[in-house]
């Protein structure tokens, strides 16, 4: 049966990094591996770097699950095959395993399955061991043991360059681990809410979850995205919709509280983070441009989070080929308009244009609109007129804590500083009116008296993109929402 070729990288290199050039270097590696790979005619090359008494997997390319290894897994530099070949206890090259007395009882020979392997130390630029380039196969292989160690070694100081950038975005991406590790360590990120309005009689509905960080730096999309790059976003994401849902006890049975979430996150289950009186109270907003297609896991666990009572919102909307095809697959019950899209909205027909279609679909699905990023009356006014019912921003309300929280008292729920004598700009033409399910249980306003949009925060630990500034805290799995929506 020939092998299925995968990829295989550590985590902190596998995942899309926070600025681009950190993806370069293992890109070149893994491309380089293949080539040695199918050089050799092996069926697995690696690339293991020290660090301290262990070997990291680093990079590798071709059946890595045939052979039991594990991207990103240590292995001992005293006891593993790898680091006895490092050690110069074993040859670097050896054709059959099981005729080789070096290897008799050699457990990874055993246990993996390795018929056959050829391995080099592999120095950086600066003359220091990284680490070790190896191939190995299931079978034996007759071959010219002189010959592939020579090509082996020309690939070794080929890589020597591309070693010492990985070795640099290591070094890199271990601090980030630190960092994220760190905080998920102390608690996680703040959590602040921000109100979300019913923009006909300008009352709070609903109060989204954002994220707080200690480092303004970057704001909460900088440690989202760094928790990403080393496959910590999901734990950080549940950690923060936790401490979010903590809200509950405390927020009035009309209000509902909206968590942001990465279709990561959602696959990977959120039902045991949910109490029982989250029915009808909670909005998950997916957030992130992840590619969703039709993935089988996301759809399901979408499904079993509105078996709950959970209502599904879709972030980002507006911006881009991601936003609609999430629209599509998801068919979300709120429609989150994009600041990008809200931001100027008054003064462009094209932002006009997408809002009012926008409230068109979400009409034709059953589902309601909310404008996120009002910042302005004119944003306000002109995201009425185009027929959108629900709305956030700084102009409306700013994200707080619970302890200054105007939506706890019932005697405050209209927005104090709501703009005086803010009518609905008609769009061109004015809209019929959204028609979809509202989501505060009233029924929906008429044409003249659509709603402002709420800007984007990012859910329950997500950064506060709703009307707040670039550098406001996001919240990835934490969104206010209405307990009606």
């Not at 499904?303 to 999430?326: C, F, N």
């Not at 004119?378 to 994200?399: D, K, V």
Request: some cysteine; aromatic content about 4%.
């Amino acid at each position: 049966m020939p092998t299925v070729e995968v990829v295989r990288m550590v985590p902190a290199l596998a995942m899309p990094a926070a600025a681009t050039e950190l993806s370069q270097p293992d890109t070149v590696v893994a491309d380089l591996l293949d080539i040695l790979r199918r050089q050799l005619r092996m069926d697995l090359a690696a690339l293991a770097r020290i660090d301290d008494e262990h070997l990291v997997l680093q990079v590798l390319r071709g059946d890595v699950d045939g052979f039991g290894f594990c991207a990103g897994a240590t292995i001992s530099r005293q006891e593993s095959l790898l680091g006895l070949v490092l050690a110069g206890e074993l040859p670097e090259t050896v054709e059959d395993t099981l005729a080789d007395p070096c290897l008799a009882g050699n457990c990874d020979v055993r246990e993996r399955g390795i018929g056959s392997y050829t391995a080099v130390p592999i120095v950086d630029s600066e003359g220091r061991v990284y680490g070790i380039l190896c191939c190995v196969g299931h079978r034996a292989r007759p071959g010219s043991p002189e010959r592939d160690g020579r090509f082996l070694r020309l690939l070794a100081a080929f890589l020597s360059d591309a070693v010492l950038d990985l070795h640099e975005m290591w070094e890199r991406r271990r601090q980030i681990w630190q960092e994220v590790s760190d905080l998920i360590d102390s608690g996680g990120p703040q959590i602040i809410f921000q109100p979300i309005f019913r923009l006909e009689d300008q009352h709070i509905i609903g109060v989204e979850a954002l994220s707080r960080f200690p480092d303004l730096v970057g704001g909460a999309q900088r440690w989202y995205a760094d928790a990403a790059t080393v496959g910590l976003s999901t734990e950080l994401e549940r950690l923060a919709i936790e401490r979010a849902l903590a809200v509950l006890p405390v927020l009035p049975p009309d209000l509902t509280l909206a968590v942001n979430a990465s279709p990561s996150t959602i696959a990977a289950g959120l039902l045991d983070l949910l109490p029982a009186s989250v029915a009808g109270r909670l909005v998950v907003e997916i957030t992130e441009h992840e590619h969703i297609g039709t993935d089988r896991h996301l759809l399901l666990a979408v499904e079993v989070l509105r078996s709950r009572g959970v209502r599904i919102a879709i972030d980002d909307i507006g911006t881009g080929y991601a936003g609609l095809e999430q629209l599509l697959h998801l068919r979300p019950d709120i429609i989150k308009l994009d600041g990008v899209i809200t931001r100027g909205i008054d003064t462009d027909a094209a932002r006009r244009a997408i809002a009012s279609g926008l409230v068109e679909v979400a009409s034709e699905i059953g589902g309601t609109v909310v404008a996120e990023g009002i910042e302005t009356p004119a944003e306000l006014a002109t995201a009425m007129g185009a027929g959108i019912p629900y709305g956030q921003g700084y102009l409306l309300g700013q994200p707080s804590p619970p302890s200054e929280a105007a939506w706890l008292r019932p005697d405050t729920r209209r927005s104090g500083a709501w703009p005086r004598n803010v009518r609905p700009e008609p769009s061109k033409p004015a809209g019929p009116g959204p028609r979809g399910r509202p989501l505060d249980g009233k029924p929906a306003p008429a044409p003249d008296t659509g709603a402002p949009s709420s800007r984007r925060a990012r859910g329950g630990t997500a950064a506060a993109r709703g009307g707040s500034p670039p550098t406001e805290d996001r919240t990835p799995p934490d969104r206010t929402a209405a307990p009606h929506w």
